[in-house]
């Protein structure tokens, strides 16, 4: 079995503040490559921030220029990032993904109806080769079995998604991701937000379970990476504090 290195990033956000944010995931990405990270997963609308009264203004083509950074550290790093943030096409707007590759290209991930990015009908774009893909399954709700079944028809080696899960419904999110992990036989990543947002609390917890569907591993609150190792034993973890340059 292929080596692999996975991380949740659970991360904070600065609501609005598109520059604060691509300098802070550059944060998160320096923390995972000393980790050997190889796919880094940020929660929903990690760009901008959860909570943001107009999402319209804060909405980017997956194309833009702003993103180059985030773009440039996948090539120098060889890691796949997945970040989140409002879309915009020809067709509106719609919370959702954009993948950095390690080969300098891009993929965007949005519910079909409001993209116009030629997404597979699966509704999800497979990244990744062999026994190191994934299936990026972005601002939808857990109990949303079309998106990991897809993951699993498409033979993906992992089913990623990053959300805004709170207090009162991680229990139930944190079920059904158990769920379809056991019953797809398909490991999953559950990347969440690090901190509250105006009225929306943050549960923490950003979690991996294997293709068992056995608990890999589960953080607590704060920022920091949520990490999944995957070797000849089979999957573990670890929870790895976010440390700063000047920390």
């Known amino acids: 079995m292929a080596i692999w290195n996975i991380a949740a ?49 804060c909405a980017l083509p997956f194309t833009d220029e702003r993103l180059t950074p985030l ?14 943030l409002p879309l915009h096409s020809e067709k509106g707007v719609s919370p959702g993904s954009v993948g950095f590759l390690p080969d300098g290209s891009r993929v965007a991930c949005c519910k079909p109806q409001h ?47 990053g959300k805004f899960i709170n207090e009162i419904s991680y229990q139930q999110d944190e079920m059904y991701l158990q769920r379809w992990a056991h019953k797809y036989n398909l490991p999953v990543l559950l990347a969440n937000h ?23 591993v589960r953080a607590d609150h704060g920022e920091l990476l949520a990490v999944g190792r995957r070797d000849a034993k089979g999957w573990h973890g670890e929870i790895i504090p976010l440390r700063l340059a000047h920390d």
Do not use: K
């Not at 600065?14 to 880094?40: K, M, Q, W, Y």
């Open 115 to 161: 993209c116009d990015m030629d997404l597979p009908e699966q509704h999800t774009p497979l990244v990744g080769l062999h026994n190191r893909s994934v299936a990026m399954g972005f601002s939808t709700g857990s109990d949303e079995e079309v998106w990991p079944r897809s993951a699993a028809e498409m033979g993906a080696s992992l089913y990623a998604t």
């Open 71 to 84: 773009q440039d550290a996948a090539v120098e790093h060889q890691m796949t990032i997945v970040v989140g």
């Open 9 to 57: 990033a659970q991360y904070g956000a600065t609501p609005g503040d598109l520059e604060a944010n691509i300098s802070h995931h550059l944060d998160f990405i320096r923390c995972a490559v000393a980790e050997r990270i190889d796919l880094l997963i940020f929660p929903e609308l990690s760009l901008t921030g959860f909570n943001t009264e107009n999402p319209h203004a």
């Open 194 to 216: 690090a901190f509250s947002s105006g009225q929306y609390r943050s549960a923490g917890r950003s979690a991996c379970w294997d293709d068992r569907g056995e608990l890999v």
